[in-house]
């Protein structure tokens, strides 16, 4: 090639880095006992979206491929052939989500609790739970999506005839993919839109080889996410601690006599935002029924009673709360009045002394 024709690389592709691993495959199961609205709400992140995930806004990353039949172009056996495959191993690089409660097929008789798609040689529909058999030890890592998959959730509530539960209730609370990766668990009903695209962004830096592995807490949580409680992040909270608690809904005080279970339930929702940083739950009127939690919904039943906990700090925080709202209230009464050297008067009285600054503002 002459000189003139050689092609001169940029100098800044030095900052290029090459994933170690160049495409991964999520193939997502949205037939367990669930309602879909984890999918739903991961088409309202944006940090990042699912659309900057799939043209790799991110640079850096593995390109991704997505299998979810919600979100999915193509539909029936064009749809689960990706399944088909990597139970094949024709697919070498693979996550797999699951969102739904995984039922316990063992009580289903004759039939089946849940399925998707067919065994093209019996033309038996195939169960949720034998997808996750095929599949899970052959996926780089799993990812529970919504509280159904991680710890039962609603479907799993005392007296369901499935016997259903969460995805490391079912494979083990213990279980490693091939890549070393415990279960990933991202709660919430429906999981927060952000909560779960962050933490697929940080399986992907991982798996680029750009991440240490990725720190959950014992219910193989994202740490950075459900570490604290949603009433660390609440904005009423300073109403609780001043013993100011709402009597009805439509109240901007803390809501904890109505049914809220923030201060011992972690989620980041209200400190978060849902979409944007907009809406939440107590924070913009809604009492935390835990949707996040293990314990979820059994626990915190019936959700618009007091929870006990709160009954007791509440009573506690009371004599205190009432003595500092009026001692603040005093504090704030004298801070909405301007000092009285601010008059339209020939005197100056602000204490100004040219000779002796010091006398006004000590150094
Ligand atoms: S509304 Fe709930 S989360 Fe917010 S301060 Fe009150 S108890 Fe805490
Ligand atoms: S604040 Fe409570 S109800 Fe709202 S998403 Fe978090 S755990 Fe669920």
């Given at each position: 090639m002459a000189k003139s024709e050689q092609v001169t690389l940029p100098?800044?592709?030095?900052?290029?880095h090459i994933p170690n691993i160049s495409e991964v495959h999520i193939l997502w199961i949205?037939?367990?006992?669930?309602?879909d609205g984890d999918t739903v709400s991961i088409t309202?992140?944006?940090?990042?979206s699912v659309e900057d995930v799939l043209l790799g806004a991110v640079p850096g990353l593995p390109k991704v491929h997505l299998h979810n039949a919600v979100l999915a172009y193509e539909v029936g056996d064009d749809f689960m052939k990706f399944f088909h495959q990597a139970d094949r191993g024709e697919i070498d690089h693979f996550l797999l989500v699951v969102e739904g409660s995984i039922p316990?097929?063992?009580?289903?008789?004759?039939?089946?609790?849940a399925a998707m798609g067919t065994d093209p040689q019996t033309g038996r529909p195939i169960t949720t739970n034998e997808w996750i058999d095929r599949l899970a030890s052959k996926a780089l890592g799993v990812v529970a999506a919504g509280t159904c998959a991680t710890f039962g959730g609603i479907h799993a509530m005392?007296?369901?005839?499935?016997?259903c539960m969460g995805l490391a209730d079912y494979l083990g609370w213990d279980w490693k993919s091939?890549?070393?990766?415990?279960i990933i668990n991202v709660p919430?009903?429906?999981?927060q839109p952000d909560n779960f695209m962050e933490t697929l962004l940080y399986v992907l830096r991982q798996l680029a080889g750009l991440a240490p592995m990725i720190p959950l807490d014992d219910?193989?949580?994202?740490k950075w996410l459900f570490g604290m409680t949603v009433h660390q992040g609440c904005d009423r909270a300073a109403y609780y601690e001043q013993a100011?608690?709402?009597?009805?809904?439509?109240?901007?005080?803390?809501l904890v006599k109505i049914g809220?279970?923030?201060?011992v339930v972690q989620c980041n929702v209200p400190k978060r935002g849902w979409i944007a940083g907009i809406g939440g739950c107590p924070n913009v009127g809604g009492i935390c029924i835990?949707?996040?939690?293990?314990?979820?919904?059994d626990k915190l039943m019936?959700?618009?009673?007091?929870p006990p906990g709160a009954r007791i700090s509440a009573t506690l925080i009371k004599p205190y709360g009432v003595l500092i709202r009026n001692l603040r209230r005093l504090t704030n009464s004298t801070l909405n009045k301007e000092p009285?050297?601010?008059?339209?008067?020939?005197?100056?009285?602000?204490?100004?002394?040219p000779d002796k600054p010091e006398e006004v503002y000590p150094l």
């Open positions: 100098y800044g592709l030095k900052t290029q949205t037939a367990g006992l669930g309602c309202a992140a944006s940090q990042p316990n097929e063992q009580l289903s008789g004759e039939g089946y609790w005392k007296g369901n005839p499935t016997g091939k890549a070393g990766l415990p919430g009903c429906p999981v219910a193989l949580r994202p100011d608690f709402a009597e009805e809904y439509g109240s901007r005080k803390c809220c279970w923030g201060p835990g949707c996040t939690m293990p314990g979820f919904p019936p959700f618009m009673d007091e009285r050297w601010r008059h339209n008067q020939p005197q100056r009285t602000t204490g100004y002394h």
